[in-house]
């Protein structure tokens, strides 16, 4: 086995925080990886969607990827069972009597694969896909290859767990700076109405909400408007009504 190779498959699965980290690439490494390293012919990744449905997320051939996807499609193999159970499942003859997995097996072995070796991608009890190794011929694979597969799966699963946690961070950061955005711009027109129309600013923040409501547009868009126009017009308050409450958190 290529010491040096190993080594930087490592270091490269660990190394999802670059600023232009594309997770396909980052499977398909994972899979060409895997058959370099290890006694496959071919490999394979799926992965659970929001839903809990697998899908073919890479392959390192088109062999690989039609009998992940048939796997998939037809609800049997040794990747289903692996992703459900969380434990390694092992075919070591696709072609030999009393198999498991019939019509996965005829698909695999016509597609020119005998063994397959799947290895869950988890993290403590958070399972979210397999990694398959396939095989040409009949027979396991050794034990110092399923070790090195399955720290594999570990060490992709981590980054590819850490790569999702920092997407979601990121698009709460977002979130709440477009709050904050929002609010500013609301408070902006607040501002500009109660000057307009001589009222208090919980009464503007009432007329601002209620003119979004009628015209069915969104708060923010019309505070926008309103300030970034110099000709804005906009409907002026009821002549009795100039509130002074409370207004509903702005």
Do not use: Y
Not at 35 to 56: C, F, I, K
Not at 102 to 115: I, L, M, Q, S
Not at 133 to 151: T, V
Not at 192 to 214: V, W
């Amino acid at each position: 086995m290529n010491s040096e190779l190993l080594s930087d498959t490592f270091v490269d699965l660990a190394d999802t925080m670059v600023a232009d980290f594309d997770v396909i690439d980052f499977l398909h490494m994972l899979t060409d990886r895997s058959v370099a390293l290890l006694a496959a012919s071919a490999a394979g990744v799926v992965l659970a969607d929001p839903r809990g449905q697998l899908r073919v997320a890479a392959a390192s051939s088109e062999a690989a990827s039609l009998v992940e996807l048939f796997q998939i499609q037809n609800d049997q193999g040794p990747c289903l069972d692996c992703f459900r159970t969380g434990q390694p499942v092992t075919a070591a003859d696709l072609a030999g009597p009393d198999e498991r997995w019939p019509r996965f097996a005829a698909a695999a072995v016509g597609a020119g694969f005998r063994t397959v070796e799947a290895r869950p991608m988890r993290l403590r009890d958070q399972v979210i896909g397999a990694l398959n190794l396939f095989r040409a011929e009949p027979g396991p694979f050794s034990d110092s290859d399923l070790r090195i597969a399955q720290a594999l799966a570990d060490v992709a699963t981590i980054g590819l767990l850490q790569e999702r946690h920092l997407r979601r961070s990121e698009t709460l950061a977002e979130q709440l700076q477009a709050a904050l955005n929002s609010r500013v711009i609301i408070e902006q027109a607040k501002g500009k109405l109660a000057e307009r129309f001589t009222i208090e600013m919980d009464g503007a923040f009432r007329l601002l909400r209620d003119h979004a409501r009628n015209t069915n547009q969104r708060l923010t868009d019309v505070a926008r408007e309103f300030v970034n126009s110099s000709t804005a017009d906009f409907p002026p308050p009821p002549a009795a009504s100039h509130p002074t409450g409370n207004s509903a958190g702005w």
